[in-house]
């Protein structure tokens, strides 16, 4: 990753998540008090099935739900259609594939089924070109209904998503956004395996709000489409993510150590966090890692004064546990960080880390922003937005790292939506979409818009792959019009120049099975047998079993930690 980045690139074939913590500085006079930032930071190791020849990524089960709303009528439909048939191609014979259309009614026009043959590929795909536009939109139904489809897998994959497409309104089934998200909390609590929801609002007419509430709720980012040309490289982008997933369930707890006296005073996130002990022990839940991410969680430091100098005193012991996916043997790092407390300050000297550290303050305090201008703006506040977003503009263009290249875009994406702040109108249609973008992406340091700085190579391998893959896919005819000709498949795979066997036709008779006569819609809960097939053979061994971790409430307050220590109080920095 090239923006903001404190820890140098992974290397090939690392299977651990590296834990590091910096310090704005690293001493202070013994007979004073203090505040000193530390950055704690997370980098997952750069892999894929050929830098690591005894693993290869993890199997997932994902769940496209596709608003078919007469709205969709068009290209927008038929470039989901393509993109659908891209992601069927990437999958390997352990993922499973589904997906739920609604409009009116909600349908599982495919229930979780396991990529297993040449033969399922194909028939997934045939189901795919059936979709048609018709009825209006009943998204909660669809929601409720992919997420019931994942938590009635006899066996489920190590990763679990949902894929949420829409260009409009809930104009049915539940629409109110509180009530939604508290359902869909409900619903995912019952999943056995952590699930994640990615939603996708194209044009100007959806709810920016809605979906943005059901990313967060499930530890997902919301993307914004502002021209259906995008449609592509924002599937692609979420699916290269997806397809990269090195570490979940991940458990980072920071403490002072123990007759420290230290006070910890964590900075903003977005990611669960709940106060242990107070003032002296957190713990933050990060859903997961892709290859080659960072995260970077901020946290003050307040040192009291000592009865006399030390040459090194432990200010700050962190400890990380997660789900390797890798290597699952690897599931636990440490590490501690101390100052020096002289009697007398040494000569003035560049703190270590205070660049790192000063992008990422701009990068939270930017974040903070787009979220404080927003609700100002949707009550109708522009001049109270308006001086939130030159506020945060002027505070990074006057910081040491101004010149680091997060902070030079964190100012271009301030502005940017500032102008658009000119107005209702241009609010209204691109502002608040925009706006609400950003703020999650850099929220979590994932990318969630095209030329996003937290971009990752698989990320951009899985775009430059799904560019190829429409360049050599014929435009399918819109709704009521007439094919030019039949639509022929890409003869090869995007990351070979050996021919691909999904793309066989239909009546090919390399497949044992013939075709079935009629792919009508299949009801909620019911396939054929060739198409639903078990996600994990059975009498298999559970793959990646998740060790306990502590289950964390809408307000962050955890329940059975493994640590076994009992929360004095809670806290949930929202």
Known sequence: MEFGSSN??????ETRIKLQIRLERDEAVYS????????VSLKAPLWNDQSISHHSRAPVDLVAVVDRSDSMRGDK????????EFVIHQLKETDSFGIVLYGTQ?????????????????LAMALVDKIQARGVTNLSGGLFQALTDLKDMPAKNAVASVLLFTDGLANTGVKDIRQIVRSLGGLMSQIDNACTCFTFGFGADHDVNLLKSIADEAN???????????IADAFADCIGGLLSVCAKQLRLRLEAPLKSHVRLVPLPTRFKCAELAAGSAFEIAIPDLYSDEERDILVHLELPPLDAPSDKLAVLDCELRYVNLIAPECNRETTTASARRPAV??????????????????????????????RAADAGRFDEARAVLRSAVQAIEASGSAANPLCRRLVDELNECLAELVDTKAYTVTGTRKMANYASSHWQ???????????????????DAHRAFSHNSPRRPLDGEAPASSPVRPSGSMFSSQPNPVARSLADPVFESPPPQSLEPVAPGCASSLLLQPAVEPGSPAQHNAPAVPHYSNRGTPQDSPWDQPSSSSSSQQ
Request: proline fraction near 7%.
């Open 8 to 13: 140098p690139p992974a290397e090939l074939g």
């Open 345 to 374: 300050a040494a000569a003035p000297q560049q703190p270590t880390g205070s660049v790192e550290m000063d992008v990422q303050r701009n990068r939270v305090n930017a974040s903070t922003a787009l979220d404080q201008a927003k």
């Open 220 to 230: 997902g980012i919301y993307y914004y489409i502002q021209d259906h040309n995008a």
């Open 106 to 122: 909600v349908d599982t026009l495919l229930p979780p089924t396991k990529m297993s043959t040449q033969a399922t590929k194909v």
């Open 32 to 39: 004073e008090s203090h505040r000193i930032l530390a950055m």
């Open 445 to 463: 340091q994932r990318s969630g818009y095209t030329n996003s700085p937290y971009v990752t190579k698989s990320k951009s391998s899985m775009v």
């Open 77 to 84: 439909l038929q470039l989901v259609k393509l993109t659908l």
